[in-house]
Nanobody, 115 residues
Framework: QVQLVESGGGLVQAGGSLTLSCAASGSIFSPNVMGWYRQAPGKQRELVARITRGAITNYADSVKGRFTISRDNAKNTVYLQMNSLKSEDTAVYYC?????????WGKGTLVTVSS
């Protein structure tokens, strides 16, 4: 089994910054992909950003240029640096790990951006 624990959510003003962290533990193998998804009230969960162990990344168009995903493979930890936050970034952010066709999810951390 894999456990994912997110941290770093909270309340921030529009234009501000926040960094999310997610630590993975358990049966973690290579290769794998770690990422962040988010779900706003009344909306479907959507991809924010993903990163491979080799640091290949992809981002949702809505966050390109504002968010940066990174990972520390030795610590099995993924980060999401969020800058220039907008009210529309308000959502529950979920950490995800994909390996060998299986998906694992954290419980989520709430990010609220006040305008």
């Amino acid at each position: 089994q894999v456990q994912l624990v997110e941290s770093g959510g909270g309340l921030v003003q529009a234009g501000g910054s926040l960094t999310l962290s997610c630590a993975a533990s358990g049966s973690i193998f290579s290769p794998n992909v770690m990422g962040w998804y988010r779900q706003a009230p009344g909306k479907q969960r959507e991809l924010v950003a993903r990163i491979t162990r080799g640091a290949i990344t992809n981002y949702a168009d809505s966050v390109k240029g504002r968010f940066t995903i990174s990972r520390d493979n030795a610590k099995n930890t993924v980060y999401l640096q969020m800058n220039s936050l907008k009210s529309e970034d308000t959502a529950v952010y979920y950490c995800n790990l994909e390996q060998f066709g299986a998906n694992y999810w954290g419980k989520g951390t709430l990010v609220t951006v006040s305008s």
